[in-house]
């Protein structure tokens, strides 16, 4: 159980388009998920926080309105990386949890995208 | 079917135990097996492992990578409350495959 599906895993786009990337929690309604940043042999950089039916919590230096998130469902949150440059090049993962009452679930990661932009 | 899977799910040890955490893995086209610790926000990194055999160590922490055997574990020695955390094990390979993590928690 617990199974969060990230699509796509890869993706190539041009310069100056903008790529769209879904995470859904599959069998679990995620009260909250993460979306994260990898950058190479580093720690997950963690860019926003969205709950459902609430605006995203950007961390310092995201621009948001660069990287648009919506978390319109329990199951569902993309991440729109709006006129994608080559620097925005990287490897982005989501995760998800739920929350009942005071117990936080542990967090599930879906497997990322690698998004390359030429 | 790729996989990883941590265990114990959730440990609870007193101050100035030392624990043994363990990750193992199923995944084809291995690269590199990765340990993060979550607290609050973003995993920190704390090793990765690609070579068996060799121990990584940092202050009380330590790691070590068997590919024969498909399994790492993650050592931390003379535990204090800061270790209090959920430790992530991520396999990579084209992308990240992560365990559901062991809750470890401190008590003094």
């Known amino acids: 159980g617990a199974v969060v599906s990230q699509h796509p895993s890869w993706v190539i786009c041009k310069s100056g388009t903008s790529v769209k990337i879904e995470c859904r929690s599959l069998d679990f309604q995620a009260t909250t998920m993460f979306w994260y940043r990898q950058f190479p042999k580093q720690s997950l950089m963690l860019m926003a926080t969205?709950?459902?039916?609430?605006?995203?919590?950007?961390e310092q230096g995201v621009e948001k309105d660069k990287f648009l998130i919506n978390h319109a469902s329990l199951t569902l949150s993309t991440l729109t990386v709006t006129s994608a440059h080559p620097e925005d090049s990287s490897f982005y993962i989501c995760s998800a949890m739920w929350t009942l009452s005071s117990y936080n679930s542990p967090l599930h990661f879906g497997n990322g995208t690698r998004l390359t932009v030429t | 079917e790729d996989k990883v899977v941590q265990s114990p799910l959730s440990l609870v040890v007193h101050e100035g135990d030392t624990v043994t955490l363990n990750c193992s893995y199923e995944?084809?086209?291995?690269?590199?097996l990765l340990w993060y610790k979550q607290e609050k926000k973003a995993p920190t990194f704390l090793f990765m492992l690609t070579s068996s055999g060799i121990e990584k160590k940092s202050g009380r922490l330590s790691s070590i990578l068997d590919k024969k055997e498909l399994f790492s574990i993650l050592n931390i020695t003379a535990t204090q409350t800061g270790d209090s955390a959920i430790y992530l094990c991520?396999?990579?390979?084209?992308?990240?495959?992560f365990g559901t993590g062991t809750s470890l928690t401190v008590i003094p």
């Open positions: 991520a396999v990579e390979k084209n992308q990240f495959y």
């Open positions: 969205s709950n459902e039916g609430s605006k995203a919590t950007y």
């Open positions: 995944v084809t086209n291995f690269r590199s």
